[in-house]
């Protein structure tokens, strides 16, 4: 979770402003899908709009609130805003530079991070075509798996709201929790995966490259930091950050505690089929993967140039003789900054390889 923290039958009838308002947007986003290029081979390729009409873009950074996006506009000198229509009112502007580096902030949850990315994609003021994009934002961490500051590229996306639940006073007498799928008959049963956005898994070859671009990486700490893990029994928990490989779930409620964190964990062993490791806590990343899919699906796009980057700004449940209340809403744990500038420390060799290397990406991932 990012910390600062879908039928009506009959629709009254509108004016004739409205209705005209209503025949050019769907004229524009006509235009749109003839707009921004070619996407990966097995979608549908979308005709290329004049060249003065869209800016090719190499490295989109996918952010969702300021704090996240300040370390790239400083960083990568990302002084150009273009205005999108369709953004987030508090983030109206997409922010470039010569390189052909930019930067989208989203806003926060679920329905922002779908909608901005969507408006971005549609707009018909960017060549996508070959652009890779970064999702990059901090979470709350499972202290088994890692620690205040650290990176960790996501394999797979996984929704974590998309469930059944029943009060956990009200559960039959033997089960864990009142968390089950949908459509299924009790915990541990793996739902029919209806929804089409319940689990993603991002390009295995984009993701190891951004592993070993980042593996050296020096990353941010602070004394506060240092102090709040060292109350935390074992490694990697009170151990200085690093870079890691492990998985991602979205969800808009902003849960605390370890048995929510063991019933984290296990839904996502359960929707990957026992492959995924459920590591970090965050509001958007399948909302935002989703929108890019359908933008691959349109043509736009190529969805095997996503890579997925969550840094630690908190642990997601309490330390030993901690109240859950007490570590959710008390605590200074002093990993808000150190999260923040390790996106730039970790996700920033990838971006940096692209751009330096654009004759080795341009094509796909390059071999090792």
Known sequence: ?????????????????????????????????LAAGIGASTQPVAQQAPESHV????????SMFAPEAQPWIDQLGLTQAVPVPGL????????????????LTTGMGKANAASSVSALIYSGQFD???????????????PSQGTLGTAAWAR?????????????????????????????QGPGQKPPLNYRTEVFRVNEALLQKALALSKGAVLDDNATARAYRANYPSAPANQPPTVVQCDTAAGNTYWHGALLGQREAAWVKLLTDGQGTYCTTQQEDNATFEALTRGSKAGLLDLQRVAVLRTASNFDRPYPGQTPYDSLVNSNS????????????????LVNDIVTRWSAWKHGVPSP
Not at 88 to 103: E, K, L, T
Not at 156 to 181: C, K, M, T
Request: with cysteine; charged share 20%; aromatic share 8%.
């Open 156 to 184: 797979y996306l996984v929704d974590s709201d998309l469930a059944w639940e029943l009060d956990a006073r009200e559960i039959p007498a033997n089960w864990p929790n009142g968390f089950i799928g949908i459509n299924t």
């Open 55 to 62: 800016r090719r873009v190499k490295v989109l950074i996918i």
């Open 334 to 349: 002093g990993g808000f900054v150190p999260s923040l500038n390790n996106l730039y420390l970790a996700g920033g060799p």
């Open 88 to 103: 987030s009112i508090d983030y109206p502007n997409v922010h470039c530079n010569a390189s052909d580096v930019c930067q």
């Open 128 to 142: 996508l075509s070959r652009t890779y994009f970064l999702v990059a934002g901090i979470a709350g961490i499972d």
């Open 1 to 33: 979770m990012s910390v600062l923290s879908e039928q009506v039958d009959a629709r009254p009838p509108q004016p004739p402003s409205a209705r005209r308002g209503k025949r050019l947007l769907r004229a524009i986003a006509a235009g749109t899908l």
